[in-house]
């Protein structure tokens, strides 16, 4: 790589940060770190009609929790600054004006309801044409139909306008993607796109290549969505004499529905109940309350791990990565072109194995808060006990407390399937067996082997059945069915909490 590697994740503060947003910038910061680069973070907020309040607060916040590093940007602050676009207003209108001046570029003062009716009036016509190019621009209002006096008398009162791209005409255009190859397309195809408004904003086009050229960006790597702009972005890095620093482009596929089919939305997430964001997010304006990766109980490692292989693949059948590992396989040429499904299941699954692989005491710092929530204090060693217990058994960290709240509160009711199934005519009198087995049990050797040696050697001398015993003992320790090793419950909850909760159980049944 002959340039030193400097990329960007540039999004609009317009709305949350969706997962596929989260997968552009996790792929740019791999490949900046892979080859010693730098990664930048750029708010593209010059659409001001479509700002949404807390939205770059949310994703500065998102990439943080995510891991995602950044080297230079709105806080980090670096020697390309300002990194917010809606502070880089004077800069753009510069090369507007450049691209004016060389012919690449024109005045057009056409009303909206003027764009509408030359639309209404092509249509009609049935011609093919629909867009505003040189096909159409010679019936308007603009540098080629008004003199250049009018135009400056226009600009001079104030009179509204817009700089649009001159297009070249009938012109084959070859352009290269990484991951998808060379594009190919004829220049009459395209329109000449508004690059500045007279409100001295520019549009998309004109803020990104000036910023990315300014800024000495390697590689831009982004969504598909942008694909078609790209013939426009080579053409204006052409216009403007910089062919040769132009940045090599990356497109990633869309992410997908869970069913394949179209773009992955928020409302897939509603309705099939999984989170489509990284944090939640409480909309400003109606209180509405957007579902998280985070607070819905991923773990941050797992939903990296994730995101990383939705449409990369790193030529194995693994599929466990640390951050470190992804960092040094990542390569650009290994994403595939068509889009990735999204699947709810497969990503409970990564967290699920990242939870199975963590240590106790890891699992105890996260499991902590939650028991704090419900008003119980323990000691770290007993919290890591818990961990070791139900850590197979869990899939989100908020499973936690429906797999564990035995272990700190006796149960207030009993599953009734479990119930029916289990509690029979002589369970009374087997659990008062059971009972009067442990009261002798003294505190010092209340141990999961002294006690399961008991109540076992009692079932086997009687000739029982380990389950009619062993099943409503369980319901009556924690109130439902299945769980953790029942002799390392009874151990742990201990000897007078043991007795207590049989004795419940007995009555209440």
Same mark, same amino acid.
């Given at each position: 790589?002959?340039?030193?590697?400097?990329?960007?994740?540039?999004?609009?503060?317009?709305?949350?940060? !969706?997962?596929?947003?989260?997968?552009?910038?996790?792929?740019?910061?791999?490949?900046?770190?892979? !080859?010693?680069?730098?990664?930048?973070?750029?708010?593209?907020?010059?659409?001001?009609?479509?700002?949404?309040?807390?939205?770059?607060?949310?994703?500065?916040? @998102?990439? /943080?929790?995510?891991?995602?590093?950044?080297?230079?940007?709105?806080?980090?602050?670096?020697?390309?600054?300002?990194?917010?676009? @809606?502070?880089?207003?004077?800069?753009?209108?510069?090369?507007?004006?450049?691209?004016?001046?060389?012919?690449?570029?024109?005045?057009?003062?056409?009303?909206?309801? /003027?764009?509408?009716?030359? =639309?209404? =009036?092509?249509?009609?016509?049935? @011609?093919?044409?629909?867009?505003?190019n040189a096909v159409t621009r010679g019936e308007m209002k603009n540098s080629y139909t008004l003199s250049g006096e009018e135009v400056q008398k226009r600009i001079a009162n104030k009179e509204s306008y817009v700089i649009r791209f001159n297009i070249p005409v009938n012109e084959e255009l070859i352009v290269h993607d990484i991951i998808r190859g060379d594009v190919k397309i004829n220049t009459s195809e395209l329109d000449d796109k508004v690059l500045f408004k007279s409100d001295g904003l520019p549009t998309y086009h004109l803020a990104n290549i000036v910023d990315d050229r300014l800024m000495e960006i390697s590689h831009v790597i982004r969504g598909e969505e942008w694909l078609p702009s790209l013939p426009l972005h080579v053409l204006l890095y052409r216009s403007l004499g910089w062919e040769n620093l132009m940045p090599e482009f990356a497109h990633l596929s869309l992410i997908l529905k869970p069913n394949g089919k179209g773009k992955l939305s928020k409302r897939?997430?509603?309705?099939?109940?999984?989170?489509?964001?990284?944090?939640?997010?409480?909309?400003?304006?109606?209180?509405?309350?957007?579902?998280?990766?985070?607070?819905?109980?991923?773990?941050?490692?797992?939903?990296?791990?994730m995101i990383a292989l939705l449409g990369w693949n790193p030529g194995t059948d693994q599929e466990i990565f640390s951050v470190d590992e992804l960092i040094q396989l990542f390569d650009l040429k290994r994403i595939g072109k068509a889009g990735a499904k999204f699947s709810p299941e497969k990503?409970?699954?990564?967290?699920?194995?990242?939870?199975?692989?963590?240590?106790? @005491?890891?699992?105890?710092?996260?499991?902590?808060?939650?028991?704090?929530?419900?008003?119980?204090?323990?000691?770290?060693?007993?919290?890591?006990?818990?961990?070791?217990?139900?850590?197979?058994?869990?899939?989100?960290?908020?499973?936690?407390?429906? !797999?564990?709240?035995?272990?700190?509160?006796?149960?207030?009711e009993y599953n009734p399937a479990v119930v029916k199934k289990n509690w029979k005519e002589d369970t009374v009198e087997n659990l008062n067996k059971i009972k009067e087995i442990i009261e002798n049990i003294s505190e010092s050797d209340f141990s999961t082997e002294n006690t399961e040696n008991l109540v076992k050697?009692?079932?086997?001398?009687?000739?029982?059945?380990?389950?009619?015993?062993?099943?409503?003992?369980?319901?009556?320790?924690?109130?439902?069915?299945?769980?953790? !090793?029942?002799?390392?419950?009874?151990?742990?909850?201990?000897?007078?909490?043991?007795?207590?909760?049989?004795?419940?159980?007995?009555?209440?049944?």
């Open positions: 790589m002959n340039r030193k590697v400097r990329v960007r994740f540039a999004p609009s503060p317009t709305g949350l940060l !969706h997962v596929g947003g989260v997968r552009t910038a996790l792929f740019n910061y791999l490949f900046a770190k892979k !080859h010693g680069g730098t990664f930048i973070l750029r708010i593209e907020d010059t659409d001001q009609t479509r700002y949404v309040e807390g939205a770059e607060d949310y994703i500065m916040k @998102s990439l /943080e929790w995510c891991g995602i590093n950044i080297d230079e940007g709105v806080k980090e602050g670096g020697k390309y600054a300002p990194y917010r676009q @809606s502070e880089r207003k004077n800069i753009y209108k510069k090369y507007a004006l450049e691209l004016v001046e060389s012919g690449n570029a024109y005045y057009a003062f056409d009303t909206t309801e /003027e764009l509408d009716e030359m =639309r209404e =009036r092509l249509e009609k016509s049935g @011609s093919s044409v629909r867009q505003y897939d997430g509603d309705s099939l109940g999984f989170p489509v964001f990284p944090l939640q997010w409480e909309d400003p304006k109606t209180g509405e309350i957007t579902k998280g990766f985070k607070e819905e109980g991923y773990l941050r490692d797992a939903f990296i791990n990503a409970k699954w990564y967290n699920q194995q990242y939870i199975k692989t963590m240590s106790n @005491s890891e699992l105890a710092e996260i499991f902590k808060p939650i028991i704090a929530e419900k008003n119980h204090s323990c000691t770290n060693e007993f919290i890591e006990k818990v961990a070791e217990s139900v850590k197979e058994r869990i899939v989100l960290i908020n499973d936690f407390w429906a !797999h564990a709240s035995f272990f700190f509160e006796t149960p207030k050697k009692y079932i086997e001398e009687n000739q029982l059945n380990f389950g009619k015993i062993l099943n409503p003992l369980r319901l009556v320790l924690t109130g439902t069915g299945g769980g953790p !090793h029942l002799f390392d419950i009874v151990s742990m909850i201990g000897k007078e909490e043991t007795l207590k909760r049989i004795s419940k159980g007995i009555s209440e049944i």
